[in-house]
């Protein structure tokens, strides 16, 4: 079992920036990719971005490439997401999400644990 608690999350003015934080607990990561996902009221959760604990790589939605970057604290178990440029349209509820896997899994059903997910409203 992983388990997973986001935080970071508010309101924030468009052009603005958060940084959202993940920590884990449970086991350790080596096995797994880290991924964002979010979901803005009536519409599908959709993929942000994914990394990967061992390899280092990491993938991007093309709506956040350039503006939003994963990464990690061994140290720490946590996983982030900096998110600059804030638009409107990037607000939803944000989740951390943990998959066994080699590589980059970029499909919610191939994620295994899930966190509770932490609000992001940008204001235009």
């Known amino acids: 079992q992983v388990q997973l608690v986001e935080s970071g999350g508010g309101l924030v003015q468009a052009g603005g920036s958060l940084r959202l934080s993940c920590a884990t607990s449970?086991?350790?990561?080596?096995?797994?990719?880290m991924g964002w996902f979010r979901q803005a009221p009536g519409k599908e959760r959709q993929f942000v971005a994914v990394?990967?604990?061992?390899?280092?790589?990491?993938y991007y939605a093309d709506s956040v490439k350039g503006r939003f970057t994963i990464s990690r604290d061994n140290a720490k178990s946590s996983v982030y997401l900096q998110m600059n440029t804030l638009k409107a349209e990037d607000t939803a509820v944000y989740y951390c999400?943990?998959?066994?896997?080699?590589?980059?899994?970029?499909?919610?059903?191939?994620?295994?644990?899930w966190g509770q997910g932490t609000q992001v409203t940008v204001s235009s």
């Open positions: 990394l990967n604990w061992s390899r280092g790589g990491t």
């Open positions: 999400a943990a998959a066994i896997s080699s590589w980059l899994p970029i499909d919610q059903h191939e994620y295994d644990y």
């Open positions: 449970g086991r350790t990561l080596s096995r797994y990719a």
